[in-house]
Structures are given as structure tokens and as C-alpha cells.
């Protein structure tokens, strides 16, 4: 400083003091920098009066600021997806792009995740993969009609009264709320129903081993009967969440890996349902807590609260799992596959043409959307975040068998089969899904028969062969066979790619606004844990764990743009008419016959005042993966 300006009461300069360096009470001696040059050694102590100000209603403080990429790796990643679509672009005004297998690579962020190892992608997209005009505005339409819905949506939220209105003030305009779940939603029986006629029908499986159960859940009883007894009567089912183990936590977001029993109720007049038993959500090598109907009566909160950390988790799974994973990604290297080796006037190239109709384009825009390498949208959603989602999907791949899964063996596996004895009533996707197998695998038989005289005539069709070696080889889908030699093979191949492509992805896609649209009934995340101690938790801890009303429009946007209705049903495949015409027109007449008697099984279940299950009616069933 100037020793002029000492002592006179002019402004010598100014220096910053910042106040999250000081502590309240204590004294601090700070050495700053004035502006103008000079040094200024001074002693501060703050001292706080009042406690720090709470923001009022309305207000947001921002706490923190976590992006996902520093700035070299976000660089380095849009440089990666700025050659693609340049490519894509290229391929689009050029000769065209051929279908081409490609693997993810590793984020540099998370560089121990082996994204090369999940099922290979046809990068960049060929032009005819892209959608149409029609296909384009039909999408832009469904996104218009979400947002024009949002309107006046503050104003009803004001305007709620009920402690779960809020979550319904999505609900306007476009978006029809599901009257009947929401006033549902809450009781066992509901939660036990979704299993079987909802959005992931893939869990449920018949409690045949004791060393399934865990030792806190041995004591729990339903209807005078022990979880033994049950299990000897047929009567115990399990769903086992094992998947979720392992999952990297994301801060801010809570998941478990329960364990839910439930049991087949027997009802008067000889009917029965499934019933809640118990759950289980840790796993821990001490006493873990079970939530059972029994403890309901006395914490009510903490059983809701269970029940809604198992479907968070159910959600979870069957996003990354059996959506996203078995069905889109999976399915893709047999599109490719089919295009490389199989020549358009090739039968089998004929007969599953329309079944891969937009798989591609819609696989593509997945991957620049739902689990981009920079901004993923399932990342703020979903309790796994995208990458602990993507890393539960890696650890069930490996060992995933393609043949293992084909609809009956994977119901087998679980301990359905087609003469239901299991004794469980109103498995809809179970009994539905039979008789659609069923006709699918006489058209794929007819068809087969058609084209192949013999088994030495389908081992000495090198474009076969060809096209199965690059889906079990280079498309990494595990449990393809490598060579098909037998027409009995390439029948259930066959069938199983059709069923996957159709049936399957119909019944865990199109179900999700139903069930997804109304955040409480299954959230995708949770903000806390179940708490501990011996008390029943508030009803406001309940609901201070759900994603706010006003930030959920992600998870109701996204179940209202993928339950976008296809134009392409199965019924209106046409691939063997005029190839195989009788074999096109017996697939076309059993089809009508089905949609025909699960109409009329649904019209019974309204008179009853139940649920119909629309999902596999042919006339409800995509041909392809297409949304």
C-alpha cells in the first residue's frame, strides 16, 4: 500500500472475503489481496445470531452440481456420436450403409463396465432402417400430446386435496388416468395381480425348495398353513430379485434386492387368487426384517413402504433386464444377420422380414436417448442409474441361452406349463402366451416343411448356417445355435425369434402406462431406505421418498411414448402369402381365432368387474420391435 493513504479515511481499494472459509465463533487471521496492489493482513470473526435461513415454499436452493463427464471425456464422446451421425448422414445421401456389426465401447468414466460384451449393434444405420415419414410424425405427434397435457398442470396440482392426488395431476388432456388402479393400487391383491397380468409377468416362479426361502420368512403363515406346508400343496410361489445384488448405489437413491413370497388363496366356490405372504428386502448375514400383512396391522406405513421399494426395484429390473436388454438389444443381431446372409428371395429371409420391421432405427434411437454415452435420460430416473443398470444387464447376459429362453422353457423353468399345474388362476400372459406360441410354431412347422425337404437339405443351406454363425459369433447372442442341421431346430429357432419379436416385447412394452403412468404404484426410484427402529414410519416419510409430483413428468412421459400403439399388428403379416399361400392363410384364420376367444374371455372378466388382458390379442401384438 501506499504509506500516503495510511490513516486518512479515503477508500484505499477493496478485497473479497469468502464467508465459507470463516466458522461461526472462531476467529481467523486472513492475509488478503487488495485490488490496486497491496496486502492487507486483518483478524475476522464471524458470529451467527440466527440459525441459517430455511427456504420458504417454492423456493430451490441447489446444493450441488454433479455433471456426468468432465470436460475432455464429454469432448471426447460427442466427437465419437459427431462421426456417427456424420457417417449416418454420409451412408444416407451416398450409396447407403451396409448392415454392419459394431460393440460399444467402454465409457472412460466408468472404464471397468465391459460394455463390449453385450449383444453387438448395427452402427451406423443403414438408410432403409430409418423410419418413415409417417413413422416420424406419428412419434412427434405422441410427444405433442404429452406436452400439450402438461398445460395448466401448477394449477392442479394447487388443487389437490387427497394425499396421493398430486401424482395424478398428470392426467389430463391426452392422458387418460387407469381409474381402477389407482384406487387399487394399495391392497395385496393388486400387487399379486400385476405379477401375473402386468408389466413384467417374468419374475413369479413355484416355490418348490425350502432353501429358496429365507430363515426369517419360514414362520410366516397364510390361512392356518405354514410356508412348508404351502410349498407342499403347490400353494408357494417366490419372486427373487437377485439381479439387483451387486448394483452400484447411486447417492440419493435407495434399491434393494427383495425376496416377495406370496401364495394361492383358496377361495369359497372353489376359486383362488394369489396373495401376499411376506417380503424380505435385505440380505444381510444378521437378522433382516420381514413386512409381512400380519405386521401391517400394526405398522402400516413401513409395509407400504416395502411393498413400494419392491416395485421400484421390479421396475428397475424390468427396464434394463427384460426390456431394453432381452428384447431390443438382443434381438438386433439377428436383424443383421438376416440382411447380410440371407438373400431377399430366401424363405426364411421372407418369413422374418416383417418381424424386424424398425427394430434398428428404434434400437438406434435407444442409444442415443435412453442410455447415451453423455446424457442418458433413464440416468436421473431410474434407482440404478443407467450404468448400475447396464452393469445388471452385463452380469444376467452372461448367462443368458437363447434356446433356454424360448417362451416354454422359460415358463418350465419357473414352474408353469401349458396344462396350468400350478393351479394358478388368471395367468393371463401364461395361458395367452401358449396359445400364441402355439400359432406361430404350426406357421414356422408349415413354412419349414414348405422349403426343406429333408434335415440334409436344411444342413446344406450355407446361407443358413452363415447367418448363424455371425449371430452366435460375432452378434454375441448366447445360445444361438452356431449350425442348424435339423428342420426340427430351425423350427424352434424359429419360432422363438418370431415369438421374442412379437409376443414377448408386446407384453412387457405396451403395458407400461398402465402401470407406470401413476408414480406410486411403481415408482422408478425411491430418496430413502426403510428407516429402523421398532416404530411404524410416518405416512410423510412415504411420500417424501417418491419422486415430487412435479418432477415425474420423465417416468410418465417415457410410459406414454412407448405404449404408443403399433399400425403393424401380427395379423396383418403377409410374408408367406404368396410364396406358401395355405400355409399364409391357416397362420391368418388362427390368429382371428384367437383374438376372437381372448375377446370374448376379456369381455367375461369386465362382467366381473376384473381386469381384461389385452396385450396378446393378435390384434394387439406388434409383428416387430418397432417402438
Known amino acids: 500500500m501506499d504509506r500516503d493513504t495510511v490513516g486518512q479515511d479515503d477508500i484505499m481499494g477493496t478485497a473479497n472475503v469468502n464467508l465459507d472459509e470463516l466458522t461461526s465463533g472462531k476467529e481467523k487471521k486472513m492475509a488478503l489481496d487488495v485490488q490496486g496492489g497491496g496486502t492487507l493482513n486483518i483478524r475476522l470473526c464471524l458470529k451467527m445470531h440466527d440459525q441459517p435461513k430455511e427456504p420458504e415454499e417454492g423456493e430451490k436452493v441447489v446444493k450441488e452440481l454433479t455433471l456426468p463427464f468432465l470436460a475432455p471425456v464429454f469432448q471426447s464422446e460427442l466427437d465419437a456420436i459427431r462421426n456417427e451421425f456424420t457417417n449416418l448422414i454420409t451412408s444416407f445421401l451416398g450409396h447407403g450403409q451396409k448392415y454392419e456389426l459394431s460393440y460399444m465401447t467402454r465409457l472412460r468414466t466408468h472404464p471397468d463396465v465391459a460394455l463390449e460384451e453385450m449383444p453387438a449393434a448395427c452402427v451406423p444405420m443403414p438408410t432403409p432402417e430409418m423410419f418413415t415419414p409417417h413413422k416420424t410424425g406419428r412419434i412427434m405427434q405422441r410427444l405433442m400430446e404429452f406436452i400439450g397435457s402438461q398445460a395448466q398442470i401448477m394449477v392442479r396440482l394447487a388443487q389437490v ?69 404351502l410349498m407342499e400343496e403347490n400353494r408357494l410361489f417366490i419372486v427373487d430379485y437377485e439381479p439387483m445384488l451387486g448394483v452400484p448405489a447411486t447417492p440419493g437413491k435407495f434399491f434393494y434386492a427383495p425376496i416377495v413370497l406370496m401364495y394361492r388363496e383358496e377361495l369359497a366356490g372353489g376359486k383362488s387368487r394369489l396373495n401376499m405372504l411376506g417380503i424380505q428386502l435385505t440380505r444381510d ?11 401391517a396391522k400394526t405398522h402400516p406405513n413401513k409395509y407400504m413402504f416395502a411393498k413400494m421399494h419392491v416395485q421400484s426395484a421390479d421396475n428397475n429390473l424390468h427396464q434394463f433386464l427384460y426390456h431394453l436388454g432381452y428384447t431390443h ?199 430413502s431406505p426403510m428407516p429402523d427402529g421398532p416404530n411404524d414410519m410416518l405416512q410423510s416419510a412415504v411420500l417424501e421418498a417418491l419422486p415430487p409430483p412435479q418432477f415425474t413428468a420423465l417416468q410418465v ?13 401380427i395379423t ?56
Open 329 to 527: 438389444l438382443g434381438m438386433e443381431p439377428i436383424v443383421v444377420a438376416m440382411h447380410t446372409h440371407l438373400p431377399p428371395d430366401h424363405p426364411i429371409h421372407r418369413l422374418l422380414l416383417p418381424h424386424f420391421k424398425d427394430t434398428i432405427g428404434i434400437n438406434y434411437l435407444a442409444r442415443h436417448s435412453l442410455v447415451s454415452r453423455i446424457f442418458p435420460i433413464t440416468d436421473p430416473m431410474f434407482a440404478t442409474s443407467t450404468v448400475g443398470g447396464l452393469v445388471m444387464f452385463l452380469k444376467e447376459w452372461r448367462k443368458y441361452n437363447f434356446m433356454d429362453m424360448a417362451f416354454p422353457e422359460e415358463l418350465k423353468r419357473r414352474g408353469f406349463d401349458e396344462a396350468r399345474s400350478d393351479g394358478l388362476e388368471d395367468y393371463f400372459f401364461r395361458d395367452d402366451g401358449f396359445k400364441l406360441w402355439n400359432v406361430y410354431k404350426t406357421y414356422v412347422t408349415g413354412m419349414v416343411n414348405k422349403a426343406y425337404t429333408s434335415d440334409k437339405a436344411v444342413a446344406d443351406d450355407q446361407a443358413l448356417q452363415k447367418f448363424c454363425q455371425m449371430i452366435e459369433g460375432p452378434g454375441q447372442l448366447h445360445g444361438f445355435p452356431r449350425e442348424i442341421s435339423t428342420k426340427q431346430l430351425l423350427m424352434d429357432c424359429l419360432t422363438n425369434i418370431i415369438f421374442n419379436s412379437s409376443a414377448q416385447h408386446s407384453a412387457i412394452n405396451f403395458p407400461q402406462y398402465d402401470y407406470y403412468s401413476f408414480i406410486p404404484n411403481r415408482p422408478a426410484q425411491l430418496s
Open 161 to 229: 386435496k387427497g394425499i396421493w392426488d398430486p401424482w395424478k395431476a398428470n392426467f389430463s388432456g391426452y392422458l387418460p388416468a387407469n381409474e381402477k388402479l389407482i384406487e387399487e393400487w394399495q391392497k395385496d391383491e393388486e400387487f399379486c395381480r400385476q405379477y401375473l397380468q402386468g408389466i413384467n409377468p417374468m419374475l413369479l416362479t413355484v416355490c418348490k425348495d425350502q432353501s429358496q426361502i429365507p430363515a426369517e420368512m419360514l414362520e410366516l403363515k397364510a390361512q392356518g398353513k405354514t410356508t412348508q406346508q
Open 557 to 569: 412421459l417415457l410410459s406414454y411414448m412407448l405404449s404408443m400403439p403399433s399400425q403393424t399388428a
Open 572 to 627: 396383418g403379416v403377409e410374408a408367406m402369402k404368396e410364396v406358401y399361400p395355405e400355409v399364409h392363410e391357416k397362420f391368418n384364420k388362427e390368429l382371428k381365432d384367437l383374438s376372437k376367444e381372448i375377446k370374448t374371455r376379456n369381455e367375461g372378466l369386465k362382467g366381473e368387474g376384473k381386469v381384461a388382458y389385452t396385450y396378446l390379442d393378435p390384434e394387439n401384438v406388434a409383428m416387430s420391435i418397432d417402438i
Open 285 to 295: 448375514k444378521g437378522e433382516n426384517e420381514v413386512y409381512s400383512p400380519e405386521s
